[in-house]
DNA sequence: TATTATTTTTAGACAAATCTAAAAATTTGT
DNA sequence: ACAAATTTTTAGATTTGTCTAAAAATAATA
């Protein structure tokens, strides 16, 4: 087992953070605008951290041809986010915050450097297998327990699945979602899906609600067999 | 009530914290030096720093006559102490940590802002007085609730006393109490107090146990009368 | 395939926090 | 009280992460 460590700042994580994510989009290699955006910089900037984080054997980078990941940066990566789930799961559980406040504060405690400070919060909070929103909590080694889920606007009429997840976790979308009452564990009906804008008519709690498209496709399900 | 936002950083935080610790010892102004010494980096740093902290009015400083928080100063000082205790309560008594590891930690902790996590954590805790080193908690306000307590050294041959506070909350320290099984809230008796060296024999859990002048220096006892 | 348009990189500058070396002010000792 | 020692400040340089503006490379389009 590799324990080598690496002294990061708090703008080489964030980096290799916004790469990880973005790699799920631009699987050929992350564009230098893309994570200029993501991370609310100039490419210029995106650049120069690129080249560093090369240097330090993180990221693959040619010129002008985007990055990805190394292994090792690949694993430091998966740390920040454990770590940031693994608070997330604390601020919500233990301190009683909402879902739509906890993101913010996690960003900053992602970013403690101590791993037995994670082993035993993990330990405290009984190993939680997901984040208030659904997303995975890798395990010390970095494995994501995959769970089964499907984009709620790709089911159709008379299927049925359990919230087990969001795919956009604003403040904003989680508000919404409180409103009307959805939350991770809920069972849902698709009793009707409208054509012309792809709204969804659904039961939930016994009542229905209908939601749009846009709504739809950013809450995943895990699909229930009906006999 | 002022409620006005400072924007720090973690330097600034950390400067204002280390004038509050020594403006104990250097009641009439910190010399730079003495900073220098605490934040271990140069007097120039200091002077720089200083300047700095000094036109946003979080301390009082005339060139060559040393620094002294400013009321606006001293409130975030304590504000950063409130949460580093808050944070080192929290890894001992729920993530059972010892009380020689949380120090660093806490260090780190100490920065993350958010004033709902520090008042959830707070109440998490059921409103914590004393840290794990016998320390005073501020309450939000800033207040010290402050515990009548006496330095082991300065007792006498027949007083008695219970534990409540260590001066030095080095490792080193902590874990030389752990092995001679001193504890915050044990009972203290003071049988001889050795007039060539200041060492003691104390009686503590029924046994007897001798300890040097230093390290009675650096243990809190709060008196116990007796009849 | 030229010619635009877009993306990416380079070059040079800046702010924050630090450093070294030297100058200035203060304190100490005789 | 004045020279010596100490402390503190200034001046100038360095590093990190950022920026703007311009140049270079790549992609898109007519």
């Not at 940066?73 to 740390?79: C, F, L, P, Y």
């Not at 960003?107 to 997901?130: G, T, V």
């Amino acid at each position: 087992m590799c324990v080598i460590k690496i002294e990061m700042t708090l703008s080489e994580e964030n980096y290799l953070k916004s790469i990880f994510h973005l790699e799920k989009k631009y699987v050929r290699g992350v564009s230098t605008n893309a994570l200029a955006e993501e991370m609310e910089t100039k490419a210029s900037s995106v650049t120069d951290m690129i080249k560093k984080l090369s240097e330090k054997n993180l990221v693959n980078y040619k010129k002008y041809q985007g990055v990805k990941l190394s292994e090792k940066g690949n694993s430091i990566a998966v740390q920040i986010i454990r770590k940031h789930r693994l608070w997330e799961y604390f601020l919500v559980e233990k301190l009683d915050f909402n879902w739509d406040e906890v993101h913010d504060i996690a960003e900053q405690l992602e970013h403690i450097k101590s791993d037995e400070l994670i082993s035993k919060l993990d330990k405290f909070l009984e190993y939680p297998k997901r984040d208030p929103h659904g997303d995975p909590i890798p395990d010390a080694e970095g494995n994501f327990a995959n769970l089964e889920k499907k984009i709620l606007a790709e089911f159709n009429e008379g299927d049925q699945g359990i919230c087990v997840g969001v795919k956009d976790s604003s403040a904003a979308f989680l508000q919404y979602l409180d409103r009307n009452k959805i939350k991770l564990g809920k069972s849902i009906t698709i009793l009707e899906k409208e054509q012309f804008d792809g709204s969804m008519i659904l039961k939930m709690n016994n009542k229905e609600l209908t939601i749009s498209k846009v709504a739809a496709n950013n809450i995943y399900l895990k699909p229930v067999a009906l006999d």
